[in-house]
């Protein structure tokens, strides 16, 4: 099977020269952590930015000095399983397809899921686990668990109770929902000009975590247990990955938490893992 057979066509994009603050409003506006970059009127493709991209150069607001062009790409024609590998490998969740210098296209995890859910694969998802699993207890404390995000670049986490059983899951961003901050400064500060109305705290959950981890966030003094996702959807270690990769489009989940017969929590299992069964 081909990219452009499921890739996403007419894809939402940045163009330069711009700034800072209009991809910060693309990201936003459409509750999206990256955009792939053309040329002002065109749809040359000059490259790709993500949040990543411009947290990385705070002080920075022109476009073309944050724009990652060296960001992977692959063409319509290309075979699924070669952008499954670059996604795999590169630990990437965007992939830009361009024709003859020309973006005709992006496409992501969440696309290659459907194909592995009707591939039918009969392995079980345990055998595609990549990385271990970091379970924390449901008595520790937010501002712990915000710092656990930033140092192991982890963006969801397994809660155990006092038994050492899955009692939840949490996210960065339901810990940053409870972030304390003014909101007209945070709207001033991502430059959001006049449009105010589109900079809903929906949206601008999806870049809190970046913007406001050094300084600007505030979280109230709670246990992660009050916030965490109670009884999350999980599959069991011999769960086919197909069924995984059809639990997680359904419910739009990035990530899924594997147990045991003991029901016990063993791994982790993210959405990446789930179409490395393309590349094996």
């Not at 003014?182 to 001033?188: F, H, N, Q, W």
Request: hydrophobic share 40%; net charge neutral; aromatic share 6%.
């Amino acid at each position: 099977m081909k990219v452009s057979e499921v890739m996403t066509k007419n894809p939402i994009k940045a163009e330069a020269p711009g700034s800072r603050s209009k991809v910060l409003r693309l990201l936003v506006q459409h509750n999206i952590t990256g955009v792939p970059v053309v040329k002002e009127g065109t749809k040359r493709y000059v490259g790709f930015v993500s949040r990543q991209d411009i947290f990385s150069k705070p002080d920075v607001e022109q476009l073309a000095l944050i724009v990652n062009k060296e960001h992977p790409c692959v063409k319509s024609k290309d075979d699924l399983r070669l952008a499954a590998k670059i996604l795999v490998e590169k630990e990437l969740h965007h992939l830009p397809v361009v024709e003859k210098k020309n973006l005709v296209g992006i496409l992501t995890p969440t696309d290659l899921l459907v194909i592995v859910e009707k591939e039918n694969y009969k392995d079980t998802v345990e055998s595609y686990v990549r990385r271990p699993c970091i379970p924390i207890y449901e008595n520790t404390p937010l501002t712990i668990v915000a710092a656990m995000i930033k140092i192991t670049n982890a963006y969801a986490f397994p809660v155990l109770d006092d038994d050492s059983r899955l009692s939840g899951i949490v996210t960065d961003r339901d810990i940053f929902n409870l972030s304390v901050v003014d909101g007209s400064t945070a709207i001033s500060d991502l430059g959001s000009g006049e449009d105010e109305d589109v900079w809903t705290w929906e949206g601008m959950r999806n870049i809190m975590k970046l913007y406001y981890e050094v300084s600007k966030i505030t979280l109230p003094k709670i246990p992660v247990k009050e916030i965490m996702v109670k009884d999350p959807v999980t599959v069991f270690r011999k769960t086919t990955i197909s069924e995984a990769a059809r639990i997680m489009r359904k419910n739009d989940f990035g990530q899924l938490p594997i147990r045991n017969s003991d029901d016990r929590l063993i791994a982790m299992v993210d959405e990446l893992d789930v179409i490395s069964c393309l590349i094996r």
